[in-house]
């Protein structure tokens, strides 16, 4: 079975080399030395200024609305995974959804200030398969209207923007590691906090709100322990031929499938991508699934992401229309993406494409 992602794992032999250095110490968790070798790595890699590694890439959304210190509105995208709009539901904010972009499928800057009133409080909104958003506009209405911007960036690892690392934009931005992402350490996220006033916040707040006997604020468990922060250690060094895999495998899809009648999302100028996903949208919902049902015939399976449009979950309390999202989320697949998947596979996968629009 060919699943739309595959886990990249190293040695495990090298992966135990370096955990060794915790299991000898028997400091396995709290700020261990693994973890803190790799922020300094990850730091470096992504060109951050401060960084703090932690449980998962939702956990670390909820610190940075946490750090707001107010409760309101959070204006955010209904193109995103659940984490994002549950992440501010379970904060007691209440998610104003705005409609997105057909070019990039991000949150269009442009509707945001018609949304703004006086309980908005932040926007948060996600920089969806690593494509950045409008930063300059959403920078500066959150200037005029003194709003915190947090970038979910689960999906951004290494994208460079303008020359710089994606994830030093906004007051916050997260990511995630997770298994399924292009750097994972099987569990784990991080905040990068680009502004001075939030650091010592969200660093207290990752640890309960204590150091050591001293108390200062609330918190919650937001660490990571040494066996993931090992798993980090051991696939950073092969970052660089799982960005050129990556990079090898977008190119074969696009030149195999090219001519169709389907499009892909286009990144802003200036963007280095991460090539972490492949989406593309068919003309229609109908199309989508005779695809998903051929590659599924030949044990290929995509993934429709992100679907439904957040803004249709069945549980939120009310109801707002976003109608580019509702129907670009009904018509987004992402096709198979990882180190290892073969040309042959690439080929049947495109041939599948190309046989059943034809056929349709
Ligand atoms: C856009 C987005 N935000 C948040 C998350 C949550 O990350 P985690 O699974 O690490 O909690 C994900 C995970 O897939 C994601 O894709």
Not at 209 to 219: K, Q, R, T
Request: proline share 4%; glycine share 6%; net charge negative.
């Amino acid at each position: 079975m060919i699943n739309v992602t595959r886990t990249f794992l190293p040695d495990p032999d090298e992966y135990m080399r370096i955990l060794k250095r915790a299991w000898d110490k028997r400091w396995i968790t709290n700020n261990g030395e693994l973890l803190q070798e790799l922020e300094q790595k990850l730091k470096l890699f992504l060109g951050l200024d401060h960084f703090l590694f932690c449980g998962n890439g939702t956990i670390v959304l909820q610190m940075a609305l946490k750090a707001i210190g107010k409760s309101g509105d959070v204006i955010t995208t209904p193109f995103s995974y659940v984490a994002t709009t549950n992440a501010i539901i379970w904060e007691q904010f209440r998610p104003v959804f705005v409609d997105i972009h057909s070019s990039d499928l991000n949150v269009d800057a442009d509707k945001i200030e018609a949304s703004i009133t006086d309980t908005t409080v932040a926007i948060l909104v996600t920089h969806v398969f690593g494509n950045p958003c409008d930063i300059d506009k959403i920078e500066d209405i959150a200037k005029r209207y003194n709003l915190v911007v947090i970038y979910d960036g689960a999906h951004a690892f290494g994208v460079k923007y303008r020359g710089r690392g994606l994830l030093s934009y906004g007051d916050f931005a997260t990511c995630s590691f997770h298994a399924t992402k292009l750097f994972h350490t099987v569990e784990g996220g991080s905040i990068s906090v680009n502004h001075e006033k939030w650091r010592e916040k969200i660093y207290l707040f990752r640890q309960f709100g204590h150091i050591y006997d001293e108390y200062f604020s609330e918190g919650v468990n937001g660490k990571n322990s040494e066996f993931h922060a090992a798993m980090g250690l051991s696939i950073l060094p092969h970052m660089e031929e799982i960005m050129t895999a990556r990079k090898e495998i977008c190119e074969a899809y696009d030149h195999g499938l090219a001519g169709l009648n389907i499009s892909k999302p286009i990144p802003r100028e200036g963007t280095v991508p991460n090539n972490g996903y492949y989406p593309v949208l068919f003309e229609s919902e109908e199309k989508l699934l005779q695809v998903a049902e051929a590659l599924k015939s030949k044990q290929i399976s995509g993934r429709r992401y992100f679907y439904p449009s957040l803004n249709e979950l069945p549980y939120l309390q009310e109801k707002q229309h976003c109608p580019v999202s509702e129907d670009l989320s009904r018509r987004v697949y992402c096709l198979p993406l990882f180190p290892g998947l073969d040309k042959e596979s690439i080929d049947i996968i495109c041939n599948t494409i190309h046989e059943t629009i034809a056929k349709s």
